[in-house]
């Protein structure tokens, strides 16, 4: 019996919703909002569940600053363009309506050797594979911002083991030549995690050490049945990937350095 009264319903909402689509009488000139869109490419270190970009997207950025993290884990300067991730991230930078478009560009983990079907060459692969990016991302008005690999946290007679740094070189270079913004994330945190030394810079870990993975054989098995099942996250201890203390923290690291390199942006930027 209510069905009758839907139409007469809409017709009043329709009329509601064209009323507010202009001021009323008198009101003062409507500025327009342009805001401006970040947008993260990488691997695991930045991605979701092991990386510092939804830290960043969640608390670093203001309501004027749209925050799209399409890093993916395992994915390296190569086979993030393979598998057409970096299309995806085209379109995203060809979106009208932006004051400014940045891209953040964060690889080296998995372009290390012995990684089929990631790896790619340090004297040229990689580094031409960052140089494309860049043009790229420039020829479609965005602006690039490169991004040093996260350091790991791997310790040998109390050093660490800086087995990133060739990567981090050839980005500095590329970022250099082509006057590109630089976010020296990997010189940041490997400071930062010599410092601190093995033992506490675990605290930025997934799980504490010695901890049983998510999933595993040992782990307890929840009770309830789910009709809907969700995704699970691969959570385990390592000494590469971030839990979400070490996200809160790098995250505040990857700001300060943004509003170091890219002034515009400081406006934008929540410390």
């Known amino acids: 019996m209510m069905t009758r009264y839907w139409p007469a319903l809409a017709i009043g909402i329709a009329g509601m919703a064209s009323a507010q689509m202009t001021p009323p009488p008198g009101s003062p000139p409507v500025r327009r909002i342009e805001p401006s869109k970040i947008v993260l490419v990488g ?9 510092w970009g939804p830290a960043f997207c969640a608390d670093h950025v203001t309501s004027f600053m749209a925050c799209i993290n399409l890093a993916r884990g395992g994915r390296s300067s ?10 995806i991230a085209k379109a995203e930078m060809r979106v009208a309506g932006y004051r400014n478009t940045w891209v953040l560009i964060q690889f080296g983990h ?11 060459d340090l004297a040229n692969g990689y580094p031409e594979n960052l140089r494309r990016y860049v043009r790229e991302a420039r020829a479609l008005g965005a602006t690039p911002i490169l991004v040093t690999p996260l350091t790991r946290r791997i310790f040998q007679d109390g050093r660490l083991v800086d087995d990133l740094a060739p990567w981090a070189t050839a980005a500095r270079q590329v970022a250099t030549k082509m006057k590109v913004p630089l976010v020296d994330l990997h010189s940041d945190s490997a400071a930062i995690v010599q410092a601190m030394g093995p033992a506490a810079s675990q605290m930025f870990a997934q799980m504490p050490a010695g901890s049983t993975p998510v999933g595993s054989a040992a782990a307890p098995t929840a009770t309830e049945v789910q009709v809907q099942p969700l995704a699970a996250p691969k959570l385990s201890f390592d000494n590469t990937h971030l839990g979400k203390q070490g996200a809160a923290f790098f995250a505040t690291i990857v700001t300060k350095e943004l509003a170091e390199a890219v002034p515009d942006m400081r406006p934008l930027l929540v410390p």
Not at 43 to 51: H, R
Not at 110 to 120: A, L
């Open 110 to 120: 998995n372009d290390q050797p012995g990684k089929p079907g990631r790896s790619t």
């Open 43 to 51: 691997d695991s270190t930045t991605a979701v569940i092991g990386g």
């Open 78 to 87: 190569g086979n993030y363009r393979w598998e057409g991730s970096w299309d």
